[in-house]
């Protein structure tokens, strides 16, 4: 995720989430409710994955963080640790109902982009995630209709952790609401020559290549089989001399 800016005095005044969100580069994150991030079984285990200054990062999300009494470096190593918990929270929210209902509405207004290919006509995309594990791959975007992947546009959100939005949440929304599926397609583009399809003559290009690697190997077993075959002379002059006293006889 992108570095923010340590921001002015007016941009603390906000509410921390709010500023995050507001954040450019942070477009394709959802506000998680506050009532799930102060539910602490909803955090199991995320202390292991932000092992400094976890408590202070959590406080910070919450606005209880007491700011005034740190240093800037502190201040600047305990946001960097709020904006990766406020990811793997986030993770973990996106998959609720509640979350899945606040993503489908960035869905229907293609918040997250829409798909590049010409024959999905304008299909909006979905955030996935490579693997549920930070820090190894960024994010992806995902169609539901040519169900491909593709790399965003903007480098700022290329630079996002793909575990931020896990590798479930695309097929986890359209198993909770179905309608929203668009249909698969089915079309491919044709390229052509002259009016012929390529793999049509590409399949005669290769099946004529068969058939003349068939007839080379061909002639090579026979020139083979000439070069081995035992020469038998004695057989021939035997048939000849036969040959000489069945006419003599008549």
Known sequence: MDDMSSGTESDYAKYWIDWFLETKGNEYFCEVDEDYILDRFNLTGLSQEVQQYYAEALDMITDNLEEESLSDKAREQIEKAARHLYGLIHARFVITTRGLAKMLDKYKKADFGRCPRVLCNLQPLLPVGLSDVPLTKTVKLYCPRCEDIYNPKSSRHASIDGAYFGTSFPHMLFQVHPSY??????????????????????????????????????????????????????????????SQKVEGGN
């Not at 698969?184 to 399809?197: A, D, L, Q, T, V």
């Not at 058939?211 to 048939?239: G, H, I, M, W, Y």
């Open 181 to 242: 599926m668009p249909t698969k397609s089915f079309e491919r583009y044709e390229p052509r020559i002259f009016g012929f399809k390529i793999h049509d003559i590409a399949e005669q290009h290769r099946w004529q290549d068969r058939a003349r690697e068939e007839f080379q190997n061909k002639l090579k077993d026979d020139e083979d089989k000439s070069k081995t075959a035992p020469r038998q002379p004695r057989l021939v002059a035997t048939t000849s001399a036969a």
